[in-house]
T-cell receptor, first 114, second 113 residues
Framework: KAGVTQTPRYLIKTRGQQVTLSCSPI?????VSWYQQTPGQGLQFLFE???????NKGNFPGRFSGRQFSNSRSEMNVSTLELGDSALYLC?????????????FGPGTRLLVL | EDQVTQSPEALRLQEGESSSLNCSYT??????LFWYRQDPGKGPEFLFT???AGEEKEKERLKATLTKKESFLHITAPKPEDSATYLC??????????????FGTGTQLKVEL
């Protein structure tokens, strides 16, 4: 079974631009969660989508948004990029049907904001 | 607010030298505690899920245990290929049925020959 895939793997943007990252979950998984990983803060939860609806949201500003499509693929968007948005963005998928599930992570998209 | 603290931040071991990594947590109703391994430039790789105090799980040279306040990841006779960052995460009952994980900052393990 193919794992979680994320595109692109690397991205360089400048301050003020916007960016869209994509995540394809494991086949059959309906929940997709997004995390930001930085050296100082570690892994922080951004949001989770299940059946095209946002089910949970972390403490990030409204510049961070996401969506999920009917095939469970998900995108996250960051508008008006800031230098502090430079990070590894990880997506994780799970079945989404029970309360405690293992989340499987993709390789991440490394974003550098100049 | 859920909190996860891992110690030590970094650990250097000789091959074969067993040790333990600690993960202490504060959570409003633990639904599950997860251990992941992360290699440089890659996403976290799932290792274990623990659900209740007293539970233990093993996989090769790794054994995870859980109490009401902390979890330990015991590494027995480690090899250089065990070098990685080990991450601990909790899922609380306060997530409205969702999958939010709160992570610690990890323990960076280096195993030398």
């Amino acid at each position: 079974k193919a794992g979680v895939t994320q595109t692109p793997r690397y991205l360089i943007k400048t301050r003020g631009q916007q960016v869209t990252l994509s995540c394809s979950p494991i086949s059959g998984h309906r929940s997709v969660s997004w995390y930001q990983q930085t050296p100082g803060q570690g892994l922080q939860f951004l949001f989770e989508y299940f059946s095209e609806t946002q089910r949970n949201k972390g403490n990030f500003p409204g510049r961070f948004s996401g969506r999920q499509f009917s095939n469970s693929r998900s995108e996250m968007n960051v508008s008006t990029l800031e230098l502090g948005d430079s990070a590894l963005y990880l997506c994780a998928s799970s079945l989404g049907t029970s309360g405690i599930e293992t989340q499987y992570f993709g390789p991440g998209t490394r974003l550098l904001v100049l | 607010e859920d909190q996860v603290t891992q110690s030590p931040e970094a650990l250097r071991l000789q091959e074969g030298e067993s040790s333990s990594l600690n993960c202490s947590y504060t959570v409003s109703g633990l639904r599950g505690l997860f251990w992941y391994r992360q290699d440089p430039g890659k996403g976290p790789e799932f290792l274990f899920t623990l659900y209740s105090a007293g539970e233990e799980k093993e996989k090769e040279r790794l054994k995870a245990t859980l109490t009401k306040k902390e979890s330990f990841l015991h590494i027995t006779a480690p090899k250089p290929e065990d070098s990685a960052t080990y991450l601990c995460a909790v899922q609380s009952a306060d997530t409205g049925g969702g999958n939010k994980l709160t992570f610690g900052t990890g323990t960076q393990l280096k195993v030398e020959l």
